[in-house]
């Protein structure tokens, strides 16, 4: 098992930034490939950036691309989305999920998830 605990959302206004954290426990975290999901009301999950487990390379949707980045912390135990240039459709509640066999690029992916941070961005 691994339980995964965000942090870090709050209401910023349009052109702002935040850094979301997901904290990891159980299991052993670098075996687990690590993504960040978001999902807006009335809308499906959605796949927002990735990182590898083997080598760290990362994967990002086109809609944040440039804008967002994820990392793994120096403990491996951590990983943030800094989230730069904020937009008010970027307003979701964000989610970290853990695949221990794919790098999750898609909610069907994931094995694990955490309970979500809301990050609401006002134009």
């Known amino acids: 098992q691994v339980q995964l605990v965000e942090s870090g959302g709050g209401l910023v206004q349009a052109g702002g930034s935040l850094r979301l954290s997901c904290a990891a426990s159980?299991?052993?975290?670098?075996?687990?490939?690590m993504g960040w999901f978001r999902q807006a009301p009335g809308k499906e999950r959605e796949f927002v950036a990735a990182i590898r487990r083997s080598d760290s390379n990362t994967y990002y949707a086109d809609s944040v691309l440039g804008r967002f980045t994820i990392s793994r912390g120096n403990a491996k135990n951590t990983v943030f989305l800094q989230m730069n240039s904020l937009k008010p459709e970027d307003t979701a509640v964000y989610y970290c999920?853990?695949?221990?066999?794919?790098?999750?690029?898609?909610?069907?992916?994931?094995?694990?998830w955490g309970k979500g941070t809301l990050v609401t961005v006002s134009s």
């Open positions: 999920g853990a695949s221990g066999v794919v790098t999750p690029t898609s909610a069907s992916g994931v094995d694990y």
């Open positions: 159980g299991r052993t975290f670098s075996r687990y490939g």
